[in-house]
Every structure is written in structure tokens, then in C-alpha cells.
T-cell receptor, first 113, second 111 residues
Framework: EAGVVQSPRYKIIEKKQPVAFWCNPI?????LYWYLQNLGQGPELLIR????????DSQLPKDRFSAERLKGVDSTLKIQPAELGDSAVYLC???????????FGPGTRLTVL | KQEVTQIPAALSVPEGENLVLNCSFT??????LQWFRQDPGKGLTSLLL?????REQTSGRLNASLDKSSGRSTLYIAASQPGDSATYLC??????????FGPGTRLSVLP
């Protein structure tokens, strides 16, 4: 069974540029999560989807971040415009339901210059 | 606000030792607690999930316990191996509203 797929694995952009990350969850998983992880710290939840509905986006900086999960499968996280402080690893995870075991993708490492 | 801490921040042991990693959380109103492993530059790998009604879970050389009333969980690793070297993170699910991670314990097992 394929795991959570993320692309790209690495992205380097200049500040003020837009960037997008893509995630394909494990087949059949209704819940999808986007996390941000800074070096030496645990992941921080940005947004959680139950099917196509965002059930928790309280930690998402909505002035520059947006996310969507069309048709309740794949998801895209976008930053526009990117700032220097956005440099981090962006992780996607999925689970069968809201309180089930989470499975993580390899992450996208973003560097903003 | 739920806070999760992990002690120690880093640990170095010789191969073969048994070891314990600690995780503490401030709010006992949790659905479950999950332990993960993270290798450098990689995503997280789920190790064990303990539901709030359970006291412990075991998988191979790993045993995780949960004491909700005291806000503590421990991960026990038996007969450690160099391949166990990684960062271990615990995370609590707050009644399906949020998922809060600790900062992790960086483990080095020396051959």
C-alpha cells in the first residue's frame, strides 16, 4: 500500500514569491493534516480536513496561507507571498478518521531567500 | 492550552541498554497519545497509538504506557540497537480538536 505522497521534496524561492505544496493521502483516509515543522521542534498543526471540509484551521495564517482539498482526496497548501520566516518543513499526514493513527509523508523542505 | 514536554531532550546510550523516554502533557482531556520516530531529513513514522481508555501498547521491543490522570506517558525501548538512533516525538489528540506534539527526544545508540 502506498504511503502519503508529497511533492516537491525541496523548494527554494525568493521572498515575496508564491509557492505551492501538493499532498496525496493514503487511499481511503478521510482526514488530512498539514503541519509546519521548524528545525529542532515538533510539528505544529496548520489545518485539518475531514473529507473536503476544513474542520480546524485556527493555526493557519490566513493572510498569506491557503489550502484546499478538492473532492476530498488530494490537497494543496499555498503561500503567497512567502516570507523569510516561512522557511521550514511542511508535512502532510492522513488518517482514517479524526482520532485514528496518523501516517506522515516525507515532507517538503522550503527555503525562502 | 495543552502543552507537551519531553525529557530528556537528548540521550546517548551504548548498544544493548534498555531505556525510557518521557512525555508529559498538561491537560488530561485527550482522545489518544501517539509516539513517532523521525529520522534526519525524513517524515514521521508512527510507532504506537494508545487510546485514552488503554494503559499501554506493545510492538516488538517497544512498550508505551499512558497515565492520563498524571499527564504522563513513557516509551520503553528494550535492548537498544544503533538502528534505533532517531528523534522520538509524542503527540496528544485533544478530543479531535487539535493534535499537539512535544519537541522530541534525540536518541543516539552507540555501537
Amino acid at each position: 500500500e502506498a504511503g502519503v505522497v508529497q511533492s516537491p521534496r525541496y523548494k527554494i524561492i525568493e521572498k515575496k514569491q508564491p509557492v505551492a505544496f501538493w499532498c496525496n493521502p493514503i487511499s481511503g483516509h478521510n482526514t488530512l493534516y498539514w503541519y509546519l515543522q521548524n528545525l529542532g521542534q515538533g510539528p505544529e498543526l496548520l489545518i485539518r480536513y475531514e473529507n473536503e471540509e476544513a474542520v480546524d484551521d485556527s493555526q493557519l495564517p490566513k493572510d498569506r496561507f491557503s489550502a484546499e482539498r478538492l473532492k476530498g482526496v488530494d490537497s494543496t497548501l499555498k503561500i503567497q507571498p512567502a516570507e523569510l520566516g516561512d522557511s521550514a518543513v511542511y508535512l502532510c499526514a492522513s488518517s482514517l478518521g479524526l482520532i485514528d493513527e496518523q501516517f506522515f509523508g516525507p515532507g517538503t523542505r522550503l527555503t525562502v531567500l | 492550552k495543552q502543552e507537551v514536554t519531553q525529557i530528556p531532550a537528548a540521550l546517548s546510550v551504548p548498544e544493548g541498554e534498555n531505556l525510557v523516554l518521557n512525555c508529559s502533557f498538561t491537560d488530561s482531556a485527550i482522545y489518544n497519545l501517539q509516539w513517532f520516530r523521525q529520522d534526519p531529513g525524513k517524515g514521521l513514522t508512527s510507532l504506537l497509538l494508545i487510546q485514552s481508555s488503554q494503559r499501554e501498547q506493545t510492538s516488538g521491543r517497544l512498550n508505551a504506557s499512558l497515565d492520563k490522570s498524571s499527564g504522563r506517558s513513557t516509551l520503553y525501548i528494550a535492548a537498544s540497537q544503533p538502528g534505533d538512533s532517531a528523534t522520538y516525538l509524542c503527540a496528544v489528540d485533544i478530543y479531535g480538536q487539535n493534535f499537539v506534539f512535544g519537541p522530541g527526544t534525540r536518541l543516539s545508540v552507540l555501537p
